[in-house]
């Protein structure tokens, strides 16, 4: 079992930066691949990053890539997402997800355990 507690959302202008983290609990951490995923307002839950269990490999979602870094800190047991030059479209609650699996990391049906997660809004 893995519970997973998300925090540091907020309100942030056009073109700023947030840093999310995501706390895990129990310890066969390492062994979960991670990611984080959002879902806007009517819209459907979509992939943002995901990390392999020993951080060597990274996915990002197209909307993402190149301004969201995703890192682990498995001894920690925490899983964070850097948020750089963010854009409104970007505004939506972003959840933390594990999976004991790296089939196929930028879908939802994989992924064990969910977070509750956490509001970012990006004002214009």
Known sequence: QVQLVESGGGLVQAGGSLRLSCAASGRTFSSYAMAWFRQAPGKEREFAAAIHWNGDRRKFGDSVRGRFTISRDNAKNTVSLQMNSL?????????????????????SYEYDYWGQGTQVTVSS
């Not at 939506?92 to 699996?101: D, K, L, R």
């Open 87 to 107: 854009k409104p479209e970007d505004t939506a609650v972003y959840y933390c997800a594990a999976a004991s699996n790296w089939a196929d990391p930028r879908n």
